[in-house]
């Protein structure tokens, strides 16, 4: 009796050219799920002043998320304000060659809450408007020039020394300044006052290289005060010689 043949089973391999096909549409997968996650996740943006320009611009770049590996070149957009370019052009910021540093003002990671640093609070006076939209410390500006020669090179010298926080004092003594020659001292005098207190602020902690920078500031604008010279005096005997001290 003759018998039937059983079929044989049918092989269990892949064939090579689809697990090349799987292999690649894993890798497509892969790419566009981390893309995906990094244009939503991964974008940081915000914003930096320079204090010795005063210029500002936007900066934005792309990086992974978790590993903060950069994956993009960073893109940066002037946005410096009308304000800011009068203040230039006008030559009301005192000139700064040797160096430009930029402070971050603003930063933001995906879609996390913006971060916001000291330098907003200069940004936040330069920025204010009238009803009308035009920024209002440029028609102060404008309208007050003599003022305006005393009251910039002090916030200059201010934020460049990052004393951005103490500015509301002195914004407060221009609202109200008239007479250019009293302005001019009571600008002096909060200065003055400011490096006197965190002077002694940084030598309570302890940091006496920075207590050194502020009374010498202060030193500076009141250089017949004896007070002043003989804390000057004993700081630089304490402070090693070998570092400058800190700004």
């Known amino acids: 009796m003759t018998s039937t043949p059983r079929p044989t089973a049918a092989s269990g391999r892949i064939p090579l050219w689809i697990k090349i ?3 690649v549409l894993i890798v497509i997968v892969i790419f566009v799920i981390l893309a995906g996650v990094t244009l939503i996740f991964g974008r940081v943006e915000g914003t930096e002043f320079s204090p010795q320009t005063f210029n500002r611009r936007k900066y934005v770049f792309w990086q992974l998320p978790v590993v903060r590996l950069k994956v993009y070149s960073i893109q940066r957009e002037d946005k410096t304000s009308p304000l800011e370019r009068h203040l230039i052009a006008q030559k009301l910021i005192p000139t700064v060659t040797a160096i430009t540093d930029w402070d971050l003002v ?37 309208d007050h020039a003599e003022l305006a020669k005393i009251f910039w090179p002090v916030i200059a010298r201010l934020v460049r020394g990052n004393l951005y926080v103490h500015l509301p004092e002195f914004f407060r003594l221009a609202r109200v300044a008239k007479d250019a020659e009293q302005f001019g001292a009571d600008l002096t005098a909060a200065e003055l006052r400011l490096h006197r207190e965190l002077g002694a602020r940084w030598e309570r902690q302890g940091d006496l290289e920075l207590a050194l920078a502020h009374f010498k500031a202060a030193l500076s604008l009141a250089p017949q005060d004896e007070e002043l010279q003989q804390k000057c005096g004993m700081l630089e005997s304490l402070v090693p010689t070998s570092k400058p001290a800190k700004k």
């Open 21 to 23: 096909l799987m292999g």
């Open 106 to 142: 603003t930063v933001q990671t995906g879609t996390s809450a913006a971060q916001v640093n000291d330098p907003q609070v200069l940004m936040d006076y330069l920025d204010m408007s009238d009803f009308g939209g035009y920024q209002v410390w440029l028609r102060w500006t404008e």
